[in-house]
T-cell receptor, first 114, second 114 residues
């Protein structure tokens, strides 16, 4: 299994809703990432987990709450989002290959906040 | 701080023509450089990476890139464009160590004309 999966593919939520995005990988990678990507822009880093511990938080608003329950699973809990949070949310895991690191990306969750 | 600059937000080529996408980097230490491709409504796929082992790097789908330290460049090329190459291409840089996240360029959209 050489892929990162993300569910759901699409999510529409109101500003008062609570929802979660899920990311899963079974490649044994010990670092996982959340990125946010707005249309026609590059991905922007949100969070990094290393060995299930949060190691980087890029000053993301508290309405986004990450969770890493185990080495294969990464969640992003959403609450009281704003319309400007509508974006593609990408998950990635990091793989070490002969001294260098590569990131595998999932297909993303397209989030629309109404 | 590390950064990459992609020259040209949109490049258009005819099918069968040479593809050249430009990327210049800025780094105070030897960088690791990557090219990713993103098809519409999908995640990012790694095309190739530079890790100092060889200056000419071959990737998937017939793409290659050459690292030129004197020009601080890592341009992506393909001898003959195919319609299926139409996508968004991102150049990215990272340091070697730890959980260092990728720093992406702004992206170049490649159109292929029949």
């Amino acid at each position: 299994d050489t892929e990162v999966t993300q569910t759901p593919k699409h999510l529409v939520m109101g500003m008062t809703n609570k929802k979660s995005l899920k990311c899963e990988q079974h490649m044994g990678h010990r670092a996982m990432y959340w990125y946010k990507q707005k249309a026609k822009k590059p991905p922007e880093l949100m969070f990094v987990y290393s060995y299930e511990k949060l190691s980087i938080n890029e000053s993301v608003p508290s309405r986004f709450s990450p969770e890493c329950p185990n080495s294969s699973l990464l969640n992003l809990h959403l609450h009281a989002l704003q319309p400007e949070d509508s974006a593609l949310y990408l998950c990635a895991s990091r793989y070490r290959d002969r001294g260098t690191y590569e990131q595998y990306f999932g297909p993303g969750t397209r989030l629309t906040v109404t | 701080a590390q950064s990459v600059t992609q020259l040209g937000s949109h490049v258009s080529v005819s099918e069968g023509a040479l593809v050249l996408l430009r990327c210049n980097y800025s780094s105070s230490v030897p960088p690791y450089l990557f090219w990713y491709v993103q098809y519409p409504n999908q995640g990012l796929q790694l095309l190739l990476k530079y890790t100092s082992a060889a200056t000419l790097v071959k990737g998937i789908n017939g793409f290659e890139a050459e690292f030129k330290k004197s020009e601080t460049s890592f341009h992506l090329t393909k001898p003959s464009a195919h319609m299926s190459d139409a996508a968004e291409y991102f150049c990215a840089v990272s340091r070697v160590s730890g959980n260092t996240p990728l720093v992406f360029g702004k992206g170049t959209r490649l159109s292929v004309i029949a």
